[in-house]
Every structure is written in structure tokens, then in C-alpha cells.
């Protein structure tokens, strides 16, 4: 079974994270939640509270096959700026291991250095990172390890994609056909 880890920091977008981390567990995929400190507690950008399971400091990366990271503003620059998450980051990119972000995230990734050229990300978070590889064409960018998704809206396009790399095509299918996410590609 894979394993994916799933950072939270307050005012993340709940949307994002919650579609993600069903659509992976419908998918197979073992998802562990972490807080970004001591306080298990993480409140959305949108008042919606959760509990994650472990603190980002307790956090082994050769346990996980992948990290993904959710936006929101503040949850992401909290991410960006957090230093387990950076060395995570930069950990798994090291071991080749994937990597995800949405919407804003990709700024966290950037941070760390480990962004490939091609990327997608919520509109006009491109003019704070790079121009050159920004895709406003697709849901979905997968560019080596890394994997990008644009926002709200494509989460569970997002979510589908991440459950057909670990786990493969028979399971992406399976999940999407129960999701009626016929939308996704």
C-alpha cells in the first residue's frame, strides 16, 4: 500500500485538502495528516476544522511514496516558510519520491527548490514564481516526480491522478467511475 503525506497549516483550503485525502484513501492509499506544530487542531480558510495525526517534525520521509501539499494563502505561505516542510520537500525530491501541489502550494515547492520546469497553479501565483513552464491549459501537470493542479475545482482530478501513479490504471478507474468524475482525463 502506498503512504502519502499530507501537511497542514491554518488557512488551508479545505477543498483541496479533504477531496484529496478521500479521493487517495478511496483509492488504496494510506493518507497521514500532519500539523505544522504541537497543535493537532488545523482550522481552513473557510472556518472548517481538522485533526491531523502526527506533527511535521515527527515526520520520516522514507515511510512515504509521496508528499502533496493543498493551497489556500495562508496555509500555503505557512508551508512555504515552515522549515520541516522545506527539508521534507527537498528530501523526497532528493530520493526521487513524488511530490504534489495545488492552487498556491506550488510556492512551497519553489521555496524548496524543487519545482520542475512544467507546472500548473491557481491563476496569478504564476507571476510569483516563473512564467516559463506555467500551463493555464491543463488540471493536472505531472513533470518528473512533481505533479501541480490548479485549484478548488480540480482537486479531485488531482486526487485521480496521484491514486493512477501509486496505484495504477484498473484503480484510478475504479475511483473515478464511483466519483461520476467523467470530467477528469
Same mark, same amino acid.
Given at each position: @500500500?502506498?503512504?502519502?503525506?499530507?501537511?497542514?497549516?491554518?488557512?488551508?483550503?479545505?477543498?483541496?485538502?479533504?477531496?484529496?485525502?478521500?479521493? $487517495?484513501?478511496? %483509492?488504496?492509499?494510506?493518507?497521514? /495528516? &500532519?500539523?505544522?506544530?504541537?497543535?493537532?487542531?488545523?482550522? %481552513? !480558510?473557510?472556518?472548517?476544522?481538522? @485533526?491531523?495525526?502526527?506533527?511535521?517534525?515527527?515526520? &520520516? /520521509?522514507?515511510?512515504?511514496? @509521496?508528499?502533496?501539499?493543498?493551497?489556500?494563502?495562508? %496555509?500555503?505561505?505557512? $508551508?512555504?516558510?515552515?522549515?520541516?516542510?522545506?527539508?521534507?520537500?527537498?528530501? @523526497?525530491? =532528493?530520493? %526521487? =519520491?513524488?511530490?504534489?501541489?495545488?492552487? &498556491?502550494?506550488? $510556492? !512551497?515547492?519553489?521555496?524548496?527548490?524543487?519545482?520542475?520546469? +512544467?507546472?500548473?497553479?491557481?491563476? /496569478?501565483?504564476?507571476?510569483?514564481?516563473?512564467?516559463?513552464?506555467?500551463?493555464? +491549459?491543463?488540471?493536472?501537470?505531472?513533470?518528473?516526480?512533481?505533479?501541480?493542479?490548479?485549484?478548488? *475545482?480540480? *482537486?479531485?482530478?488531482?486526487?485521480?491522478?496521484?491514486?493512477?501513479? $501509486?496505484?495504477?490504471?484498473?484503480?484510478?478507474?475504479?475511483?473515478?467511475?464511483?466519483?461520476?468524475?467523467?470530467?477528469? &482525463?
Amino acid at each position: @500500500m502506498s503512504r502519502v503525506l499530507v501537511p497542514l497549516a491554518d488557512g488551508f483550503e479545505e477543498i483541496e485538502a479533504v477531496s484529496i485525502i478521500d479521493v $487517495l484513501r478511496r %483509492g488504496g492509499i494510506e493518507v497521514i /495528516t &500532519a500539523s505544522l506544530g504541537q497543535n493537532l487542531s488545523i482550522k %481552513g !480558510a473557510h472556518g472548517v476544522v481538522v @485533526m491531523a495525526e502526527v506533527e511535521i517534525g515527527a515526520v &520520516a /520521509t522514507e515511510v512515504f511514496d @509521496m508528499v502533496v501539499l493543498p493551497g489556500g494563502w495562508d %496555509g500555503t505561505l505557512a $508551508l512555504r516558510d515552515d522549515a520541516n516542510v522545506q527539508r521534507i520537500l527537498q528530501e @523526497m525530491d =532528493k530520493k %526521487g =519520491k513524488y511530490i504534489g501541489a495545488i492552487c &498556491a502550494a506550488p $510556492l !512551497a515547492l519553489e521555496r524548496a527548490g524543487v519545482l520542475k520546469h +512544467n507546472y500548473t497553479c491557481y491563476p /496569478t501565483i504564476e507571476q510569483q514564481i516563473r512564467e516559463d513552464g506555467f500551463s493555464d +491549459n491543463e488540471m493536472v501537470v505531472e513533470d518528473g516526480n512533481v505533479f501541480t493542479s490548479r485549484g478548488p *475545482a480540480t *482537486a479531485i482530478c488531482f486526487g485521480l491522478q496521484i491514486v493512477k501513479k $501509486l496505484e495504477g490504471k484498473d484503480r484510478y478507474l475504479e475511483v473515478k467511475s464511483a466519483l461520476l468524475a467523467t470530467y477528469c &482525463a
